[in-house]
């Protein structure tokens, strides 16, 4: 059982028992950025910002906290806008944040894949 906020409990679903915690999903990301140099290790950090967002999108709905899921949508974008240098990579991501505010606001998380996925393989190409 868990608890919510408010005080009331729900069993927790099969779904999530089974799946790994989205943190170590995205545990390379982090040892990027504790092993980056210079500007490479924000870029890191951000990349593993935009993707806890997109994390929000992967089970084909918009999560229920959608006033939350916008505050990490804009905190995320304005980490992102104050990255140096502002690279192909900085691009990506912003563009990932972009569209992952469109998708909070329609409910249409197919939209959001597009441009996680130029990102992966513009990852798989440089490093």
């Keep these: 059982m868990r608890e919510h906020a408010i005080g009331q409990s729900d069993e927790w679903t099969e ?3 089974d799946a790994p915690a989205a943190g170590h999903l995205h ?11 210079g500007g490479e290790s ?4 951000g990349a593993f910002l ?5 994390d929000h999108f992967a089970g084909g709905k ?13 905190s995320t974008r304005e980490y992102l806008e104050h990255l140096q240098p502002r690279d192909t990579e900085a691009n990506h991501l912003l563009e990932i ?3 992952g505010g469109v998708t ?14 130029a990102y992966a393989y ?6």
Excluded: F
């Design 42 to 45: 924000g870029h890191a950090l």
């Design 62 to 74: 918009v999560c229920e906290y959608v006033d939350a899921l916008a505050y990490q949508i804009d």
């Design 104 to 117: 909070a606001g329609s409910g249409n998380v197919r939209l959001v894949w597009a441009p996680v996925l």
């Design 50 to 54: 935009v993707m806890r967002v997109v």
């Design 27 to 37: 545990e390379a990301l982090l040892e990027r950025a504790a092993s980056a140099t």
């Design 122 to 127: 513009w990852l798989e190409q440089e490093l």
């Design 15 to 17: 779904a999530e028992a």
């Design 97 to 99: 944040m972009r569209v």
